[in-house]
């Protein structure tokens, strides 16, 4: 097996793309917060259950189909895109951007991806160290 095919591997990378993704949309709300009219952007939460999903079904570890009358795994990749939802917070009247906010947003995405970068270098750093053995 591939190191970059691990499944708990393949599910970090995933966190840090999405986290990646709205730091730059958090970003672009800072940017803009002078802009009139302009409405506040962010991204669907993470679907934990899907991203397994995908996980699973990229490494070919999973279900199969034996009968015909088993119901066939879903196939799907993610894409960041089609979640992309304006950010409607009360506080603000709306999608009005609040940079206090969205400065709250970029520091709580920076910690959770410090968080899944450090994982990422443990779960490697253990294997390494497994086969080291």
Avoid at 73 to 101: H, I, K, R, Y
Avoid at 105 to 130: F, I
Wanted: a negative charge.
């Amino acid at each position: 097996m591939n190191l970059p095919d691990v499944p708990l591997l393949n599910i970090l990378r995933e966190k840090m793309s999405w986290l990646n993704t709205r730091q730059s949309v958090l970003a672009q709300n800072v940017a803009n917060a002078d802009v009139p009219g302009y409405e506040a952007r962010d991204l669907k939460p993470l679907d934990f259950e899907q991203i397994l999903k995908n996980s699973v079904q990229s490494n070919s570890i999973g279900l199969s189909v034996t009968d015909s009358r088993h119901i066939a795994p879903d196939s799907g990749a993610s894409s960041f895109a089609d979640s992309l939802v304006e950010d409607a917070d009360p506080s603000t009247g709306g999608g009005a951007v609040s940079p206090e906010q969205e400065m709250m947003k970029v520091s709580d995405t920076q910690a959770q991806y410090q968080a899944a970068t450090n994982l990422y270098a443990k779960s490697v750093q253990m294997m390494r160290t497994a086969i080291d053995r």
